[in-house]
């Protein structure tokens, strides 16, 4: 795997609007020296795990794979791996520390982690690298949710939902969603990327609405 360059001290540390590509101290200590890596290649014991959750690929680019343990309703363990940049790689590592930390999150906890809080503990990451928080932050929903399914407690389990903005192009919230994640923070560069609302003009506020929500979610602005 290359390494992505990297700076030499909190001066340059990266804005979440992509202005630099530099990356905080704190970066580069989680990505240099991950935490909770779960560095056994082989066959992992699911028996020592509650749950157990995956995204991504590896045929198209980042995958992650995470597993947790629980005790009295609270997170004790979380362990990963990665096939992922230094962005997922780093946002992972302090993700699996923040939800272990001070007697772990409870499972309701940790399904409210957003990657921005992340974000937030690693000092920001570069615009274009946002989506990569997002990695194992999907991956804890869907352990937790795994833990729910496995201990007979579904209706805890949190179920993402897509609705349609735009008939005409059949583009979801999820569709805007990821183009948000992937940098596209304006109407017109959500249009360019989706072609969303260009025919039907009715759905812009909506359009917009969302990505209000998402870049404030992600981005802090």
């Known amino acids: 795997m290359s390494l992505p360059i990297m700076g030499n001290s909190q001066s340059d540390v990266s804005n979440q609007s992509g202005k630099s590509w530099m990356y905080s101290d704190k970066v580069k200590e989680h990505f240099f020296h991950p935490k909770n ?48 940049c230094a962005s997922a790689i780093a946002s992972t590592s302090m993700m699996s520390e923040m939800v272990i930390e001070n007697k772990g999150m409870t499972t309701e906890e940790a399904l409210q982690m957003t990657p921005k809080m992340i974000m937030d503990r690693l000092g920001g990451l570069p615009g274009r ?38 008939p005409d192009t059949n583009v979801t919230e999820e569709d805007i969603h990821e183009a948000v994640l992937e940098g596209a923070l304006t109407l017109e ?23 209000e929500k998402y870049v404030t979610k992600y981005y802090g602005e």
Request: hydrophobic share 35%.
């Open 189 to 211: 560069k959500v249009q360019e990327q989706l072609k969303v609302g260009i025919g039907n003009k009715e759905v812009i506020p909506v359009i917009e609405e969302l990505i």
């Open 37 to 84: 890596l779960l560095e056994n290649t082989g066959e992992v014991d699911e028996s020592q795990f509650d749950g157990y959750g995956q995204v991504g690929s590896p045929a198209c680019g980042d995958m992650m794979k995470l597993w947790i343990k629980v005790k009295g309703d609270r997170v004790v363990d979380c362990k990963w791996q990665t096939f992922g």
């Open 129 to 166: 690298k946002v989506h990569c928080s997002v990695l194992g932050d999907k991956a804890l929903t869907k352990a937790v949710n795994d833990f729910y399914r496995k201990s007979g407690q579904i209706d805890r389990m949190k179920v993402e939902k897509s609705r349609v903005i735009d």
